[in-house]
């Protein structure tokens, strides 16, 4: 792992939670349970649970001891990650029974962004630069040039 990765502790919903960021962001989810890993607690809830992909996030059920997720004062920045149209897909997805803080839209200082709390919580902020996504645009539709 070459940066910090977000580990959320979930309240008794975390393959719930980890199964919709998979079919939101896509990539491959892996998921323990406190059976798999001979550990204490009920035997079905997750012990530890990796989604790996464009979005890496990883999450367990909190134990007894533990305090859930209660997101405060942090936002999961997804800025310049992905095509203008794949960053609004995820938009829309993550506000499915979410609550949209800040549509995703232009802003007066010329890029397009905004934020959502999703269903577990999580506070997204979404956005992408036009000239950035020109760029990207740009560079896979070719600058008119042909390898020989």
């Known amino acids: 792992m070459t940066a910090p990765m977000v580990y959320i502790l979930f309240p008794g919903t975390a393959r719930e939670a980890l199964t919709f960021y998979a079919d939101v962001f896509g990539g491959e989810l892996s998921l323990h349970t406190n059976s798999d890993f001979g550990s204490g607690g009920p035997p079905g809830a997750i012990a530890h649970g990796v989604l790996d992909g464009v979005v890496t996030l990883a999450g367990a059920d909190a134990g007894r001891q533990e305090k859930s997720v209660?997101?405060?004062?942090?936002?999961?920045?997804?800025?310049?990650?992905?095509?203008?149209?794949?960053?609004?897909?995820?938009?829309?997805?993550?506000?499915?029974?979410?609550?949209?803080?800040?549509?995703?839209?232009?802003k007066a200082w010329g890029s397009s962004d905004g934020q959502v709390v999703d269903r577990y919580g999580l506070h997204w902020l979404i956005g992408y630069e036009p000239a950035a996504a020109s760029a990207v645009k740009s560079a896979t539709e070719g600058n008119g040039l042909h390898e020989s």
């Open 70 to 106: 209660q997101v405060q004062g942090v936002m999961l920045s997804l800025l310049g990650t992905a095509e203008p149209s794949l960053l609004h897909e995820w938009f829309a997805q993550l506000s499915d029974g979410g609550r949209i803080v800040d549509p995703l839209a232009p």
